[in-house]
C-alpha cells in the first residue's frame, strides 16, 4: 500500500495589528500560528487547521501566498 502524500499550499502570514485588548482565544490562536509581535511573519503549509486559525484571527494578520 503507498502512502499518498498532497503537497499543500505554502503561505505567508504576517501579524498587523496587535493582541491589546483582545479575547484570550484570539491571543493563543496567534501565539499558536507562531506570531505575537506585530510584522513577525511565519512560513506554514495552508492545512485546514491553520485555515480556521487564520479565520479567527483574520482581523489580525493578512495572508500571502508564496509561488
Not at 491589546?20 to 513577525?40: M, V
Not at 511565519?42 to 501566498?65: A, S, W
Request: aromatic share 2%.
Amino acid at each position: 500500500m503507498y502512502l499518498m502524500v498532497k503537497n499543500m499550499a505554502m503561505v505567508k502570514i504576517t501579524q498587523v495589528r496587535s493582541t491589546i485588548d483582545r479575547p484570550k482565544n484570539q491571543k493563543l490562536t496567534i501565539q499558536a500560528l507562531g506570531l505575537g509581535k506585530i510584522n513577525r511573519t511565519v512560513e506554514v503549509e495552508y492545512t485546514p487547521q491553520i485555515e480556521g486559525m487564520v479565520k479567527k484571527v483574520h482581523h489580525l494578520v493578512v495572508v500571502n501566498d508564496i509561488v
